[in-house]
């Protein structure tokens, strides 16, 4: 049994998330708090950082969470967005995240 | 004896090391794993001396236009940036800042467990910032720092609970919801905004259903933004100074290529002071939210202002413009009166602005938008003259704090400080 585990979790690799806010440091702070949460609760493969937009470019991401009014900023990049409309809608979220890796692991 | 000395004064003296040990505490009481204890505890340490640096690199690039701005219109110029005048003050009072940002943390959670006022203050930045006014106001009425820090720590731990008090009401018309607050200190235009919005306008005509042409936005964009709106007034002021004004500055540089290079260098120190800022909260306010969680469960969080903004869009630009326009106007007034010119620097206009503009969308559709965006624009540019004296006798200038709320206190401080001959 402990075996089985350990081979799968071998098998699904790490993917990165990016989590962007206007100056980093207050509403994207928020969302990397509960997506943290998220993380530890369901075990995503997942690491976080959080930023301004002003420096995302030159940044690698498979996911990028923000806010929804920022959403067209980052309409031509290829990583998977997820913008939030109501920050405390945790289930959103989580659910997006799950799709997320429904599709890509 | 000896050691005892060396922790309380070198090691504890420092402050960079004192916030460093309070993140420590914080992740050790949350029972983070060992190497995130020692990475989050580094990175806090590290941002907030990054914090530092930044400062300097920004106040350089704003002596220059306050020189060129004083020889051009014979008046003082000051750009209300909260992160550059805090960054300015921690350089002054790095102890003091630190000690009542994290007691008055204490307080805030002390006062919504046993009062009925349940907030909780989440944004750091605001936090440190009102931190910062509150050691500058302090410290000029000659107090002691243990003083200082007592005083200091109580009124931020009662500002932290009242504040997003008086704006929840506006604020459930806004989310829809009564689950989060605004935490950000300009709930008095908030409120005020919301309150406009309800006297003139028809919710039912919101904001959203208008076009805004898409270039607009490019002013969501941090360094674009000050960039841009600073840029405009440093040629203003260099032009009108002259070239020779310029010269006796800018270090055989060319003197219209000087303006340009101190704006955007003014913009890259402000931008390695939010990453300072960034690196230091990112480890502290999640301590603050597990605490909190624990400490006072069902409390409101109180959120940053850009949580708002999805819920208007549209109604984020027009507050913004409408502000900026209310600056404007307020500048030219300033210069007509020969008073302190408060430069409108697209910063606070734009955060403020905006969510001034959600509020009085959301009580009074478009209208409110314009018409509560338009009056805070006016509160956030006469609000930093006023407190500005306060800045400047303690050795502080160039800028100034553009938030509604800290205006207040500044003025009560004011008459706190006349009245007792203090000032």
Not at chain 2, 109 to 117: G, P, V
Not at chain 2, 167 to 187: F, P, R
Not at chain 2, 271 to 300: M, N, Q, W
Not at chain 2, 367 to 390: D, E, H, N, R, S
């Amino acid at each position: 049994m402990m075996r089985i585990r350990k081979e799968e979790k071998k098998k699904m690799t790490r993917k990165t998330a990016l989590i962007m806010c206007r100056t980093g440091m207050g509403s994207s702070l928020m969302l990397k708090i509960k997506v943290d949460k998220l993380i530890q609760k369901n075990n995503f493969p997942l690491d976080v950082t959080h930023d301004a937009f002003s420096g995302f470019a030159g940044q690698k991401a498979d996911i990028i969470i923000t806010m929804e009014d920022l959403l067209d900023e980052f309409k031509s990049y290829s990583a998977y967005v997820i913008g939030v409309k109501d920050i405390m809608d945790v289930d959103f979220i989580e659910g997006e995240l799950k799709k997320y890796f429904a599709e890509n692991s | 004896m000896f050691i005892l000395e060396f922790v309380v004064y070198d090691l504890l003296g420092e402050a960079s090391l004192l916030v460093g040990l309070m993140a420590l505490v914080g992740l050790l009481i949350q029972k983070k794993p060992a190497d995130k204890v020692i990475s989050g505890t580094v990175k806090t340490i590290v941002g907030f001396l990054i914090f530092g640096i930044g400062s300097s690199a920004a106040q350089g690039a704003l002596n220059g236009f306050q020189s060129l701005f004083s020889t051009g219109f014979g008046l003082e110029g000051v750009t209300p940036i909260a992160e550059a005048i805090t960054a300015q003050a921690q350089t002054l009072f790095p102890m003091v800042i630190a000690l009542i940002m994290v007691l008055g943390f204490a307080c805030n959670l002390i006062i919504a467990r046993f009062t009925r006022f349940k907030y909780i203050f989440l944004t750091g930045g605001h936090s440190l910032f009102l931190a910062a006014l509150l050691a500058i106001l302090l410290k000029s009425l000659g107090l002691s720092d243990v003083i200082a820090i007592c005083i200091g720590a109580v009124i931020l731990g009662l500002a932290s609970c009242l504040y997003p008090a008086l704006a929840q009401k506006s604020m459930i018309k806004v989310t829809g919801s009564n689950e989060i607050a605004i935490g950000h200190y300009c709930t008095i235009a908030y409120a005020l905004s919301g309150w406009i919005g309800s006297k003139i306008g028809d919710p039912s005509k919101g904001t959203e259903s208008i076009e805004l042409p898409g270039w607009l936005t490019m002013f969501k964009d941090y360094i674009v933004s000050v960039s841009l709106s600073v840029g405009v007034f440093y040629y203003i002021a260099a032009i009108i100074a002259g070239q020779s004004a310029v010269e006796a500055i800018s270090n055989g540089q060319h003197w219209l290529l000087f303006p340009l290079m101190q704006t955007l260098t003014f913009t890259g120190g402000l931008y390695v002071i939010i990453t300072g800022v960034r690196l230091f909260l990112g480890e502290i306010v999640p301590a603050f939210v597990g605490i909190s969680e624990k400490f006072v469960p069902g409390a409101k969080p109180a959120l940053d202002c850009p949580v708002v903004f999805p819920y208007a869009p549209t109604a984020t630009v027009l507050g913004f413009i409408s502000a900026y326009i209310a600056g404007l106007l307020c500048m030219l007034v300033m210069v007509a009166m020969g008073t302190t010119v408060i430069i409108p620097v697209a910063i606070p206009y734009f955060f403020i602005g905006a969510t001034a503009g959600v509020f009085g969308n959301a009580t009074g559709g478009w209208k409110g938008c314009v018409v509560g965006a338009f009056i805070t624009g006016i509160l956030i540019a006469v609000g930093p003259a006023i407190i500005y004296p306060i800045m400047k006798n303690i050795g502080l200038s160039g800028s100034s704090f553009p938030e509604t709320d800290f205006t207040l206190i500044g003025i009560i401080f004011n008459l706190i400080g006349k009245l007792i001959g203090a000032w």
